[in-house]
Every structure is written in C-alpha cells, then in structure tokens.
C-alpha cells in the first residue's frame, strides 16, 4: 500500500467543504452463510479498531445516495437492498477521538476545531446479504474488510456495537420482509431451507410442525410442486416468496413464548 498516496487522499477528505455538517451514514450489512449471522466490519489503517462501512453526506446528495456511494467505496458492494433503520444521536457516540487518533498516525495536524472532531448524528441502513460475494477494498480509511459473528465482535470505533445490536433487532422484528428482499434464498426452497434461516437470525431452535404451521399463517409463501431427489426419504414441498409481502404486526413471526406451547 502506497502510504503517501493515503495520506494524501485523506488529507483530500478532510478539506472537503461540500459535506452536510453533523450528519453522516452508516452501514450494517449482516451476512448468511453456512447458517452462521455475521457483520462486514472495516479495519482502520494504523488502529487496532474495527468500524462499520460510514461516511459523510454530500450537500448534493439525498442520504440514501449517500449511503450507496459510500457502501460502494468502502466495499465494492452496489445493487444490494439498503433499510434505514434509525438514527443515532447520543452526545457521547464519538467520544473515543477516533479520527483524531487516525490523523495523528498519519502526521496530519488539523486545529482542534475542525468539523471532523465535532459531533455527528448517523443516519443507519443495514441489508441481509450472502456474505461469499463481498470483496475487499482499502480506501483512506481502511486497510481490510472481513466478517465477524455478531456474538464475537472485535474492538468497534465510535459507538457502532450498539448500531450493529439495533440493527439485529430491527433485522428480527422484520424478518418477513427482510428475508424475502435478500435473495439469500433461492427463488424455490424447501420449508427446512426457510427454517434454518430463520433459526440463525433469530437465534432460537423451533420445532418443525409449528414453524411450517406458523410461517404459513403468515400468507408469505406460494407452495409449488415436490423436490423429487430419488431418495427414500419423503419428498419434501418446494416454496417461494409471494410478491407482495406485508406484516402488519410488525412482531416476530415466532416466539419463545408460543414455542414452549
């Protein structure tokens, strides 16, 4: 890695005079695969802190724009399904002085007034992806991206554990919706290929009778015809997604609660 070529693209960052003051973006992108739940974190160059793929919000540019551009240049991920799941506005969310720390490394000196040291207010999106077609990219920022399980998180910068566990339960109090936008399915699966999604985003075990009775209460799934795979076994009903999908409750789909009744 060229070290002068970032430093000097960093430098080109914290001169801009186009961004929204305050305001930045910030990305949660969980993962399946293997049925293991994980999150795309970012490394910081020079900094054993990991961070989520965020940035700033051009003047010129809505904020849904600006967390697609900035999900881009962070991780070459585009044309994936982008939430906006809340806004994180606590006084002290960026008390660890990360970026002060990160132009000290680098030998930038900026006066202690600068608006990159100020506060901000980060707008979150998240989106459910098959984290195999994730690539790396290094920008001024960060020197690699990697996947973490959500229960085993590395040392995060600002206060983005928490963006990530607000994340995970708007992901399950949705995942009607979720599930059906991500494509981590494909287009015909079987009842045990939906269960087993489930389980990992929500973290619980169900037994099969009540989640097949349960999820098709939901009116999310047309059955098609049966997945004939020559063996013994009895063949199992193939599903897909409805077009439409809409959860007026906004509840999980299953509980504890009903499981152990």
């Known amino acids: 890695m060229n070290t002068e070529k970032n430093k000097e693209t960093l430098r080109e960052l914290i001169d801009t005079k186009d961004f929204v003051a305050h305001v930045s973006v910030d990305c949660t992108i969980f993962g399946f695969h293997n049925n293991i739940l994980k999150v795309l974190l970012l490394k910081y160059h020079d900094l054993d802190l990991w961070s989520l793929p965020g940035g700033f919000v051009f003047n010129d540019e809505d904020l849904r724009e600006a967390a697609e551009r900035v999900l881009y240049e962070r991780t070459h991920l585009k ?6 799941f809340h806004t994180f506005g606590r006084i002290d969310r960026t008390e660890n002085n990360v970026h002060q720390i990160l132009l000290r490394n680098k ?13 901000f207010i980060t707008v979150g999106y998240c989106s459910l992806i098959d984290f195999s077609i994730a690539n790396t990219f290094p920008d001024a920022f960060n020197e690699t991206c990697e996947w973490f399980e959500v229960s085993n ?27 059906a ?21 929500l973290g619980q075990k169900f037994r099969r009778n009540n989640f097949q009775r349960k999820i098709l209460s939901l009116n999310i799934l047309d059955r098609l015809e049966k997945l004939y795979d020559g063996s013994a076994n009895k063949a199992p009903y193939l599903y897909k997604f409805k077009n439409r999908i809409y959860n007026p409750t906004n509840q999980y789909p299953i509980s504890n609660e009903e499981e152990e009744n």
């Open 107 to 119: 030998g930038i000196e900026v006066p202690k007034d600068h608006w990159i040291f100020q506060r």
């Open 79 to 84: 044309d994936i399904f982008l939430k906006q």
């Open 181 to 201: 936008a991500s494509n981590l399915l494909p287009e015909k699966f079987t009842m045990k290929d939906l269960q087993c999604l489930y389980e990992t985003i």
């Open 153 to 179: 998180l590395p040392k995060m910068a600002f206060d983005h554990d928490r963006i990530i566990e607000t994340g995970l339960e708007y992901l399950r109090m949705n995942i009607n919706t979720e599930v």
